[in-house]
């Protein structure tokens, strides 16, 4: 089974800073694929941005990116230039590869509270 | 756009009720989910269905049953509610994929209040 951890419960920063918000997972599967999803008041989940395990280019999206560190099992996600529109829950999900293209639930960690502050 | 509805957004259900949990695509995606949300818990997978009448236990399915009839609907059953499984409920949907990853569309959820 695999783990998913984010160690900031919340998170608080002026508008137009830069944040990043950790993710750390624990695995024994090679292929796999990791996700930070986004959920404002809302409550509508949101892909920020994925990443194949297998990739050792940082995904990019916008003012999104990551830094992940496989043999650290780390998959921070950096936010530059934030805005008030960014204030949300955002969740770090792992999923293991199925070669069969089966179903395969998602891992979520606990999430973290962005709030931008004005 | 894909689109996943879930039957509720609110509701209110009695302690030992039969409460069924509805949810809808329309992108005629193979595989649905059900997960429950709670605070400092994140999301928890309930159950999973990857076709039509089939089904997979997740990391959290006691309590709870699942029915998928229709390809486009899979509906999250609680027989006898408790006041335990009061939640916020998601449901998602994915394209089946034996190439690179898609990503699971997830419904408005349905906030479930048991008393």
Redesign the interface.
């Known amino acids: 089974a695999q783990t998913v951890t984010q160690s900031q419960p919340e998170m608080s920063v002026q508008e137009a800073e830069t944040v990043t918000l950790s993710c750390t997972y624990d695995t024994s599967e090679s292929n796999y694929y990791l996700f930070w999803y986004k959920q404002p008041p809302s409550r509508q989940m949101i892909l920020v941005i994925r990443q194949e395990a297998y990739k050792q280019q940082n995904a990019t999206e916008n003012r999104f990116s990551v830094n992940f560190q496989k043999a650290a099992k780390s998959f921070s996600l950096k936010i530059s230039d934030s805005q008030l529109g960014d204030t949300a829950m955002y969740f770090c999900a792992f999923m293991k590869h199925d070669s069969g293209g089966g179903a395969d639930g998602l891992t979520f960690g606990k999430g973290t509270h962005l709030i931008i502050q004005p | 756009d894909v689109k996943v509805t879930q039957s509720s957004r609110y509701l209110v259900k009695r302690t030992g009720e039969k409460v069924f949990l509805e949810c809808v695509q329309d992108m005629d995606h193979?595989?649905?989910?059900w997960?429950r949300q709670d605070p400092?818990?994140?999301?928890?997978?309930i159950y999973?269905?990857?076709d039509v009448k089939m089904k997979?236990k997740?990391?959290i399915p006691e309590g709870y049953s699942v029915s998928r009839e229709k390809k486009e609907r899979f509906s999250l059953i609680l027989e006898s509610a408790s006041t335990n499984q009061t939640s916020?409920y998601?449901c998602?949907s994915?394209e089946?994929?034996?190439?690179?990853?898609y990503?699971?569309y997830?419904g408005?959820?349905t906030r479930l209040t048991v008393t």
Not at chain 2, 30 to 33: G, K, P, R, S, V
Not at chain 2, 40 to 45: D, E, P
Not at chain 2, 96 to 101: A, D, E, I, P
């Open positions: 193979e595989n649905m989910f997960y400092g818990l994140g999301l928890r997978l999973f269905s990857y997979e997740g990391d916020m998601l998602a994915k089946l994929g034996v190439r690179g990853v990503e699971q997830f408005p959820g």
